[in-house]
C-alpha cells in the first residue's frame, strides 16, 4: 500500500522502471476483494495510469462496484461533506474505467443534488471535474450550475479561479464558444485579466491565465501580447504546451490547417496576433531543443511535439531536431511515456507523419515482453495516430491489439471498440471473432443504451463510426455476409459528408472544361455505399463520357476524381491520411475507378495556366477511359 501511494503521489512517477510497476501491480491479481478502500482507490488510480495489466481492471472495477453500494444514500438523507467526496471519488473510478458504467442520468441527478451544497463542492471540486471529463459525460445545465457554483465557491480568489479556468479549458475544449456565453464567464475572464497585469507571476501561472484568455477572449490588449513575449525566454516545455492548448483552438476556428495564408489586407488583429504567438512559441521551441547548456529529457520532447498539432508554421530544420532528439532518446521509452506519446501523435498525426517516432513506438510495443496484458487504453492511441497519417503498422502488433481489444470489451466504451476495429479492417486485420461478436443483437443493445445517456456529440460519433464500420465489413469481409443497414442513416446525413473547398472548386472548373461541358460531371457523387466522391465521370461500353443529367443514364463504369486538398496530406512526408486512402478503396472494392488529383502537382508551375490543367485532366481521364 506504502508503495502505491508513493507511486501515485510522486510526481517522477514517469519515471519508474517498468518491471517495477509490473510486479507491484501483479501482486494484486487475485487480492482486489480484500483491500481496504483507500487502497483499492490508489490501485485503480495506478493501474489506470499505466494502463496494465488488464486483468486488474476487471477486479477493480468490480470491487469499487461493490464499494459503492455500501455508500449509497438514502433517500432524503443529507451526507456529510466527507462521505460525499468519498462516493464521488467512487463514481469518478468506477466511470474512468468504464465510462458507461453507471447510468450517466442518474449520477448527473446525485451530482445535481451534491452541487446544492457549497460545502460538499468544497471539499470535491476536484472530484466532480474530473466526472465531467468522463467520455460521453456532459449535463449542459449541470455543467452551468456546476461553473456558477465553483465561481461563487472561491469568492474572487485570482489564484484559484486561474487554476479551475485551466481546468474549465480541458472540459470545454471541443465547443470553447458555447461556453463563452455562460453567465459567469464574464467574472471569469475579468479574474484572468487582472492576473495577467501582475508583476509577481511565475512563468507557469502566467501560461495557465493566458491560455485561459486565448480559449475564451475575443480580443488581445497588446499590453497581454506584450507580457506574453515578456515572458516567453523563460518558459519551459511545459509552458509551451500549455499556451498551445489555448491556440489549438483559435487556430481551429480560421481553419488555419486548411486554408491558405490571408493577404494582410484580410487579417483581422486576432489573425495576425495568433500567428504571432505560434511562431514566438516554435522559436522557443527550437531554442529548448538546441540548449548546448541543458538537454531536454523525454518528457519534455513529448511536449514540444505537441506543439506540431494545428501548427499554422512548419519549420523543417525544427522538425528535424525534435524527430532526432526523440530518436537519441527512444531506449529509455517506459509503458508510460510511450502512452503519453502515442496520445501526442494521435493528435499530431492529422498533420505531420513523424515516421521515426512512430517507427520507435512500434519497436516499443512490440519489443514488450507484457505487450499481450497492456490495454487497448494505450494501444489504441498509436492504432489511431497510425491510421490518420497512413502510416503501416506490424502485424504482431494489430494481432496483439485485436486480441487484448476482445479481452477488455466490456470495460471499454462503443465508441472505442467501433473504432478501433474500423482502423484494424484498414489494416486487414480485424479478425473474424470481432466481427461475430460486435455485429450481434446484444452489442448493438449495449451501443442503444450508450447513445441513450450519452451527450449530443458522443452520439454522432457513435453512429458515424458504426456506420464506416459497417461499409468496411460490407466490402472487405463479404464471406461473412454482415449486412447494409444504414442506408436510412446515410440518406438523411448524406449532406454532412461532402464538404467543399478552393482546391474542388477549381478541379470542377477545369475538368467541365476538359470535357467539354458540365454536364458529364457530377459533383459530391456518391457511392453505393455512400462514400464520398468528388467528381464523378460515367462511360458507355466503349469509353465514351456519358451525360450524367440525363434520366434513365447507366454508365458501364464510373470513374470518381478525388481532389483533396492540402489538408489531407501530411505536411512532412505529403502523405494521404488514412481516411481518404480508405474512401479510395472502397470506391475500388464498388467497381469505381479512382483517380487523385494531386494539389502538390495542381498548384506546380508545370500546370500553372489553366490550358495546362485542362490539357492534363484531358489526359488523365482519356488514359482512365482506355
Known amino acids: 500500500r506504502k508503495h502505491l501511494i508513493f507511486a501515485i503521489q510522486s510526481d517522477d512517477c514517469f519515471k519508474f522502471e517498468d518491471e517495477y510497476v509490473s510486479q507491484l501491480l501483479r501482486l494484486h491479481i487475485g487480492k482486489v476483494h480484500l483491500l481496504s478502500p483507500s487502497h483499492l482507490g490508489f490501485l485503480s488510480m495506478l493501474t489506470r495510469k499505466f494502463h ?10 468490480e470491487a469499487l462496484r461493490s464499494m459503492l453500494a455500501k455508500t449509497s444514500f438514502e433517500d432524503g438523507e443529507e451526507p456529510s461533506a466527507f462521505l460525499s467526496m468519498f462516493y464521488l471519488d467512487f463514481i469518478g473510478e468506477i466511470m474512468a474505467i468504464k465510462s458507461f458504467g453507471l447510468p450517466h442520468p442518474e449520477i448527473s441527478q ?16 476536484e472530484n466532480f471535474l474530473n466526472i465531467f471529463l468522463i467520455d460521453g459525460f456532459r449535463s449542459a445545465d449541470l455543467w452551468e450550475k456546476f461553473i456558477s457554483m465553483s465561481v461563487k465557491l472561491l469568492d ?47 512563468p507557469t501561472i502566467f501560461c495557465m491565465n493566458f491560455q485561459s484568455l486565448l480559449i475564451w ?25 500549455i499556451i498551445h492548448r489555448g491556440l489549438r483552438l483559435r487556430v481551429g476556428k480560421y481553419y488555419r490547417t486548411r486554408e491558405p495564408l490571408k493577404s494582410r489586407d484580410q487579417q483581422s488583429q486576432t489573425y495576425q496576433d495568433m500567428d504571432e504567438i505560434s511562431l514566438a512559441i516554435n522559436r522557443r521551441s527550437h531554442a529548448i531543443l538546441m540548449d548546448p547548456y541543458k538537454e531536454p529529457n523525454l518528457t519534455e520532447i513529448i511536449a514540444l511535439l505537441s506543439l506540431f498539432e494545428r501548427n499554422v508554421s512548419y519549420d523543417e530544420c525544427h522538425y528535424n531536431a525534435l524527430a532526432d532528439k526523440f530518436v537519441q532518446k527512444a531506449d529509455i521509452l517506459t509503458t508510460q511515456t510511450a502512452k503519453q506519446c502515442s496520445r501526442t501523435m494521435m ?39 497510425c491510421y490518420k497519417s497512413n502510416y503501416p503498422v506490424r502485424p504482431e502488433l494489430l494481432k496483439a491489439i485485436a486480441q487484448n481489444l476482445y479481452r477488455e470489451m466490456d470495460l471499454i466504451s462503443g465508441r472505442i471498440i467501433i473504432l478501433t476495429c474500423e482502423f484494424l479492417a484498414f489494416n486487414n486485420a480485424l479478425p473474424e ?31 458515424n463510426a458504426l456506420m464506416c464500420l459497417n461499409r468496411s ?101 505529403k502523405t494521404l491520411g488514412g481516411q481518404h486512402v480508405s474512401t479510395n478503396e472502397q470506391l475500388s472494392l464498388q467497381g469505381w475507378q479512382v483517380l487523385t488529383i494531386s494539389p502538390f502537382s495542381w498548384n506546380s508551375m508545370y500546370l500553372a495556366e489553366s490550358s495546362a490543367r485542362v490539357q492534363y485532366l484531358q489526359e488523365t481521364v482519356r488514359a482512365a477511359a482506355n
Open 473 to 573: 465489413v460490407v466490402l472487405k469481409c463479404p464471406d461473412i455476409k454482415v449486412p447494409w443497414f444504414h442506408e436510412e442513416y446515410c440518406k438523411q446525413n448524406a449532406k454532412t459528408f461532402f464538404p467543399n473547398g478552393n482546391f474542388k472548386l477549381q478541379v470542377y472548373d477545369e475538368l467541365c472544361n476538359a470535357l467539354g461541358s458540365w454536364k458529364y460531371v457530377i459533383m459530391n457523387a456518391k457511392s453505393r455505399y455512400y462514400n464520398s466522391v468528388d467528381f464523378q465521370i460515367g462511360l458507355d461500353a466503349h469509353g465514351n463520357v456519358l451525360d450524367l443529367h440525363s434520366e434513365g443514364v447507366n454508365p458501364a463504369r464510373n470513374i470518381a476524381i478525388q481532389a483533396y486538398d492540402f489538408g489531407c496530406y501530411t505536411k512532412d512526408t
Open 433 to 463: 471473432y470481432l466481427i461475430r461478436e460486435i455485429f450481434t443483437s446484444e452489442f448493438m443493445e449495449r451501443l442503444d443504451k450508450e447513445m441513450q445517456q450519452s451527450n449530443l456529440k458522443y452520439e454522432k460519433d457513435l453512429r
Open 156 to 202: 474572487g480568489d485570482s489564484r484559484e479561479i486561474a487554476l479551475l479556468a485551466d481546468r474549465f479549458g480541458m472540459v470545454v475544449k471541443k465547443n470553447p464558444r458555447k461556453d463563452r456565453s455562460l453567465p459567469m464567464m464574464d467574472e471569469i475572464l475579468k479574474v484572468l485579466h487582472n492576473n495577467i497585469e501582475e508583476n509577481s507571476l511565475t
Open 52 to 61: 496494465f495489466p488488464i486483468s486488474l481492471y476487471e477486479e477493480c472495477y
Open 110 to 125: 446525485k451530482l445535481s443534488e451534491l452541487l446544492e451544497s457549497p460545502l460538499h463542492l468544497s471539499y470535491s471540486l
Open 347 to 385: 493528435l499530431v498525426s492529422t498533420y505531420f507523419q513523424f515516421p521515426h517516432i512512430l517507427e520507435k513506438l512500434q519497436d516499443f510495443y512490440c519489443n514488450n515482453k507484457d505487450l499481450n496484458d497492456i490495454s487497448i487504453r494505450s494501444l489504441h492511441l498509436l492504432l489511431f495516430a
Open 217 to 241: 477572449q475575443q480580443t488581445f490588449p497588446h499590453e497581454h501580447m506584450d507580457k506574453f513575449f515578456e515572458f516567453l525566454p523563460n518558459m519551459n516545455a511545459g509552458c509551451l504546451r
